[in-house]
């Protein structure tokens, strides 16, 4: 029952930007930690940034300065403001939580998106 959907993803010109969107939903209690991935075609799915339900963010270092994740915990949604972007930030994002939801025999669970794909001409 417990669904994240991205979306905002699509295709720009290098130094553009994209807002990436990915709402939760299922019986979902609290948020924990949300964090956005990311996997290149034939690379290994990497970190891109992370939030906790306290608003403290972390980045990887190919980001900083040029990403912002935030989230809405009224609206149980997590952003990722893309800025500056580079051909080399083309993949397929995921969205990630941890999160506690309305199921007593598995309260507390991790979750995937289905991805969206952020493609970056040069």
């Known amino acids: 029952q417990v669904q994240l959907v991205e979306s905002g993803g699509g295709l720009v010109q290098a130094g553009g930007s994209l807002r990436l969107s990915c709402a939760a939903s299922?019986?979902?209690?609290?948020?924990?930690?949300m964090g956005w991935y990311r996997q290149a075609p034939g690379k290994q799915r990497e970190l891109v940034a992370s939030?906790?339900?306290?608003?403290?963010?972390n980045y990887a270092d190919s980001v900083k300065g040029r990403f912002i994740i935030s989230r809405d915990n009224a609206l149980n949604t997590v952003y990722l403001q893309m800025n500056s972007l580079k051909p080399e930030d083309t993949a397929v994002y995921y969205c990630?939580?941890?999160?506690?939801?309305?199921?007593?025999?598995?309260?507390?669970?991790?979750?995937w998106g289905q991805g969206t794909l952020v493609t970056v001409s040069s």
């Open positions: 939030i906790t339900s306290g608003g403290s963010a």
């Open positions: 990630n939580a941890d999160l506690v939801v309305r199921d007593f025999l598995k309260p507390t669970g991790n979750y």
């Open positions: 299922g019986g979902i209690v609290r948020i924990n930690t």
